[in-house]
């Protein structure tokens, strides 16, 4: 599912060269629940970026679903995006302006759907992450918890073969936080590869396998026991 070979991004800040990955390598296949954690700094969002095809690496290789798209041009990586990667982020991202439903159908009008097939994909993409009846209700009309749904939702639409959730719990409450957690392990059950980026460790461990990266290295890679 996810390959990457040797992987480096730097940055050069006047004198000073940073290397945010230094050298990383990793496999993930196909419906595996991973988190990669660690601190600030550590790297794990430069790498997030990577896998969600959000950047391209300065060296190195990076395969998803066995394409090459390390080199691509932005709009190709677009495609890629839309098409493969479901993303769930910490501040959902929703738009304002544009009702519940309408948010969770903006990938389908990326991928040119009918309006018709985009309403009806949005509406079962609500119904199973439970927000039947809000699907004109503004985003700011609803709880973090309920919003962050609806970003789970819009990241099911379009049936990706990845799901990337960065910090998905971070702006919320514990007991919401572990209802998130919960259907992001439903979400794995049922087949789908989810890839967590997280600082928190106890997090993390609600993921089959924990990989740790600290200064842009891969620190650890074990499975989780008891998860």
């Known amino acids: 599912m996810i390959r990457i070979e040797n992987m480096y991004k730097i940055y050069n800040m006047g004198d000073n060269e940073v290397r945010a990955l230094d050298g990383v390598s990793l496999h993930i296949g196909a419906n595996e629940f991973v988190s990669i954690v660690g601190p600030s700094g550590s790297g794990k969002s430069t790498l997030m970026n990577m896998i969600g095809c959000l950047d391209t690496p300065t060296e190195g290789k990076y395969y998803i679903d066995g394409t090459e798209v390390s080199q691509m041009r932005d709009d190709q990586l677009a495609e890629i995006r839309n098409r493969k990667v479901g993303f769930i982020f910490q501040s959902y991202n929703l738009l304002g302006r544009l009702t519940v439903l309408e948010n969770v159908e903006l990938p389908l009008i990326y991928a040119g759907l009918a309006k018709n097939e985009r309403r009806h994909l949005a509406k079962e993409a609500l119904k199973k992450v439970g927000l039947e009846g809000r699907e004109h209700h503004r985003p700011n009309q609803l709880s973090g918890g309920q919003q962050q749904r609806v970003a789970i939702a819009r990241a099911l639409v379009n049936k990706p073969s990845l799901i990337l959730a960065d910090e998905p719990t971070g702006a919320l409450d514990s007991k919401t936080g ?11 059950q049922e087949g789908n590869t989810v890839v967590l980026i997280t600082h928190d460790k106890e ?21 989780v026991k008891y998860a």
């Open 178 to 188: 572990e209802e998130i957690m919960q259907m992001l392990r439903e979400i794995h």
């Open 203 to 223: 997090i993390a461990k609600n993921a089959k396998r924990m990989i740790s990266i600290h200064d842009g290295k891969i620190f650890s890679d074990c499975e």
